[in-house]
């Protein structure tokens, strides 16, 4: 019982040092009552909840330093686990690109002074750093479908520019490579030796950014993989809808959504009169200091630990910077009430849904097709995919966020297949539409196939109220 309690004791004194050591790097940023910043104040069940280091209601500090994602200690996850009878069939990875500079600058301010060229010595580290630099230098050998044949492999600016990955981004998907290394090849042995170009299915976006985070997270997964075997397919579409993009309803729910953010964004006065006081500082009007989306480089500057811009007539400061993602955190909560980004949300995953369904069926019948595949997205993509996924209470998609699916096959009943859902590395599978019913008992806790299948085939459709037996009479549908 001794043993017990020391043990308990050190695990508490463990997750503390933790949260201290991520506080200490923004000690000048110090939390202040959410009473004072227009923040909800009620309390709220979140996936990927921390309940040791959790505060009691939203707090815009904590949830942006979260979102930063800063690459610190060790992550625990749960991929890769299951029954000992169970084996690991086929992975599908879909992930955000790592930390970026901002995509738009504050009007009159100076960017920003982060350097985009990767050094082994700077912090953030990784121990795989100069050694992925080094086989990015050897890409030539590689299959990358037009546009991505134009983009540099990795990032390599001393002043970064719009919207480009950083080290720290870079690092972020290295340490996902190699968390998922350790588990789905090294335990799991996912991937033979001799491993084919056809056992992996490699899809990015035409950014930089997107491309760079998931070559950063191959290399994490296959060290000094062989260039030849590498093909990378480009998606024109963040949604990720491929020749199934063309959807009226879906574009009709995104405009009631967004007409639902304006109103909210009328309502909350605090926000007004802080764009307001921002306008001042910087010298231009409140509307184009909007346009600008102040809170995309306030958050780069927060990320990096780098002082608000100053102007002669003062500073940008987390007075400011709070009240903004307060009123982001808001939104959430609106958005998940009045449920109008659902519709959007199920119509704009369906397709990517739909695709990934026919690999893991192919995968389930024993084809020789893709054992790992790997969707380098945006928070765009991921976002819709969660709500579609019914996990409404997941945090929105922070940097190098990662969604995964396995598949399973029950050795003890080979006919039988499974399929488990993690968000960064939390299991979520029985907090999803498709499975939140269904019995969740030993010796056989895991969702079978058949679920997921069925909630995109059919349950998808019904979720929208209007009827719908097929993703074209659904997009199609008058007054949606």
């Known amino acids: 019982m001794l043993f017990r309690n020391r043990f308990l004791l050190l695990l508490a004194l463990a997750a503390l040092l933790a949260f201290l050591s991520l506080s200490l790097q923004f000690f000048h940023l110090i939390p202040v009552s959410p009473a004072k910043n227009g923040g909800n104040g009620k309390s709220r069940k979140r996936i990927l909840a921390h309940p040791a280091t959790e505060p009691p209601a939203a707090d815009p500090v904590y949830e942006a330093l979260l979102y930063c994602n800063i690459p610190s200690v060790a992550e625990h996850s749960m991929e890769g686990h299951a029954p000992h009878h169970f084996k690991l069939v086929s992975v599908h990875a879909f992930i955000r690109h790592g930390d970026r500079y901002p995509l738009y600058p504050i009007p009159k301010t100076k960017r920003p002074d982060i350097d ?6 700077r912090k953030p580290y990784h121990p795989k750093l100069e ?3 080094s086989h990015m230098s050897k890409g030539s050998g590689a299959s990358f479908e037009s546009p991505l044949n134009s983009l540099p492999l990795y990032p390599n600016h001393p002043l970064c520019e719009l919207g480009e990955l950083t080290q720290t981004g870079v690092v972020q998907h290295l340490r996902n490579g190699q968390l998922l290394r350790d588990v789905y090849l090294k335990k799991h042995q996912l991937l033979p030796d001799d491993w084919s170009a056809a056992q992996l299915y ?5 950014k930089s950014r997107t491309l760079q985070s998931a070559l950063a997270l191959l290399y994490g997964f296959l060290p000094d993989f062989d260039w030849t075997k590498i093909r990378f397919r480009h998606q024109p579409s963040t949604l990720f809808c491929s020749g199934s993009c063309h959807c009226p309803a879906r574009n009709q729910f995104l405009e009631r959504e967004q007409r639902r953010q304006y109103l909210l964004r009328l309502r909350n006065g605090l926000l007004d009169r802080t764009y307001g006081e921002m306008a001042r500082i910087v010298d231009v009007p409140a509307r184009q200091l909007r346009a600008a989306n102040p809170i995309d480089a306030m958050l780069c500057h927060f990320c990096h630990n780098v002082s608000f811009p100053c102007t002669p007539s003062g500073c940008l400061g987390m007075e400011h910077f709070r009240v ?3 009123h982001q955190l808001e939104d959430e909560r609106e958005r998940r009430e009045k449920k109008l ?3 959007y949300a199920l119509l704009g995953a369906h397709p990517v849904l739909n695709h990934t369904v026919d690999r893991l069926r192919r995968a389930a019948r024993g084809g020789t097709g893709e054992l790992f595949a790997l969707h380098s997205a945006h928070d765009v993509t991921l976002s819709p995919l969660l709500s ?7 945090r929105f998609p922070r940097f190098a966020a990662r969604l995964i699916f396995e598949l399973w096959r029950d050795r003890e009943r080979p006919g039988e297949h499974s ?6 590395g939390v299991d979520v599978t029985f907090l999803t539409s498709f499975c939140r019913d269904h019995p969740r008992r030993p010796p056989r806790p895991m969702c079978p196939l058949e679920n ?9 459709f019904l979720a929208l109220d209007g009827g719908s037996t097929s993703y074209f009479e659904a997009c199609h549908r008058e007054g949606a």
Request: net charge neutral.
């Open 419 to 424: 399929v488990r859902v993690l968000y960064d």
């Open 341 to 343: 980004y659902l519709g």
């Open 388 to 394: 579609a996924l019914g996990l409404a209470e997941a």
């Open 116 to 121: 985009c060229t990767l050094v082994a010595n």
């Open 452 to 460: 997921l299948v069925r909630f995109v085939q059919r349950d998808m």
């Open 131 to 133: 050694a992925f630099v």
């Open 202 to 206: 490699l899809e990015t976006t035409g």
């Open 324 to 326: 903004i993602k307060a």
